[in-house]
């Protein structure tokens, strides 16, 4: 009797999970992921990052994950008083800054669908 009551539970759980699980997945479906990744153009955490990980999923959930690209990272500025110009430094170095601005200017030129292929291939080259 015990046993038939105990099963009889489980089977129930087990229904009522899957309901709730398919209410879910339907749910997540429509929804829309959005990330934002602050990143360094030659820091190779960033490169293994981007080039095995972010990219990959891009490609598996498509215009479901949407990912806004920071190419700033741990870089460091100052203001000149004087001139209101900005001077910038990178963890990796001068040409490290030089990347991040590039990209960060291609993120203003490029279509939102090229910008994550593009950046993956400068972070993989």
Request: glycine content about 4%; hydrophobic content about 40%.
């Amino acid at each position: 009797m015990k046993l038939s009551i105990l099963v009889s539970f489980c089977l129930f759980y087990l229904a009522q999970a899957k309901i709730r699980y398919q209410n879910l997945a339907q749910r997540a479906g429509a929804d829309q992921v959005t990330i934002s990744v602050y990143y360094e153009c030659l820091c190779p955490d960033s490169i293994g990052f981007v080039v095995n990980q972010l990219y990959p999923a891009w490609q598996l959930f498509g215009s479901k994950l949407q990912i806004q690209h920071k190419p700033f990272g741990k870089a460091n500025w100052t203001e000149s008083v004087y001139s209101h110009a900005y001077d910038f430094t990178c963890q990796h170095g001068d040409p490290e800054c030089t990347g991040n601005m590039i990209q960060s200017c291609l993120l203003k030129l490029v279509e939102y669908e090229s910008v994550v292929p593009v950046i993956n291939c400068i972070m993989s080259s």
